[in-house]
């Protein structure tokens, strides 16, 4: 089955502080990959995936993740965080052998002091 | 706007009473799944359907039932035989099997307390 690891799961930084949040799956095989944000009181939407080609990808906010086939790793960066990116963060990932059931990390929590 | 709704918002039981969460969706996706939400635990999936008249049980099923008689619509059954129901639940969706680089979309959960 498959699973997903996000490491830290507390994180406090000051404003312009660069982020990176680590997050590694077990599959062998072809995957997608997803990190998903909820910022206090809203639902979880999506930041950016992976499923092909480049593997450093970008997303909303200036958000940017690298997928590393190696290390079985999409590892999650910011150069700047801001004070609004203050949320919870996940990584998920989809997988054929899991059905494509989209399996979720336990989560960081980001909290960015202005 | 197409999207997933949850209802209600907030939802108070008392121990031993059965109680229902609604999800509807109107983005014609196939894959409908439930999830909870507790802090520190990430999000551990109760149910997942693929198709109508179908629907698989996730990681963490008992205690909890559903039905998946319309596309648009899974409701998630607690039951009183779900020990620790106290959480957030999170209905999503999805286009489906062979759509694997798609996203899941979220409704905006439902806070059940059970008191």
């Known amino acids: 089955a498959q699973s997903v690891s996000q490491h830290n799961h507390h994180v406090i930084l000051s404003e312009a502080a660069s982020l990176e949040l680590g997050c590694n799956y077990s599959?062998?095989?072809?995957?997608?990959l997803f990190w998903y944000v909820q910022y206090p009181g809203q639902h979880l939407q999506l930041l950016l995936k992976y499923f092909s080609g480049d593997p450093l990808v970008k997303g909303i906010k200036g958000f940017e993740a690298e997928f590393i086939k190696s290390k079985f790793s999409f590892n999650l960066r910011k150069p700047s965080v801001q004070w609004s990116d203050t949320a919870e963060y996940f990584c998920a990932v989809n997988a054929p052998g899991g059905s494509y059931i989209p399996t979720f990390g336990r989560g960081t929590s980001l909290i960015v002091h202005p | 706007d197409g999207g997933i709704t949850q209802s209600p918002k907030y939802l108070f039981r008392k121990e031993g009473q059965n109680v229902t969460l609604s999800c509807e969706q109107n983005l014609n996706h196939d894959a409908m799944y439930w999830y909870r939400q507790d802090p520190g635990q990430g999000l551990r999936l109760i149910y997942y359907s693929q198709i109508v008249n179908d629907f698989q049980k996730g990681d963490i099923a008992e205690g909890y039932s559903v039905s998946r008689e319309k596309k648009e619509s899974f409701p998630l059954t607690v039951t009183s035989a779900q020990k620790n129901p106290t959480a957030f639940y999170l209905c999503?969706?999805?286009?489906?099997?062979?759509?694997?680089?798609?996203?899941?979309?979220f409704g905006q959960g439902t806070r059940l307390t059970v008191v």
């Open positions: 999503a969706s999805s286009p489906g099997t062979g759509f694997g680089d798609a996203e899941a979309f």
């Open positions: 599959y062998g095989g072809t995957v997608n």
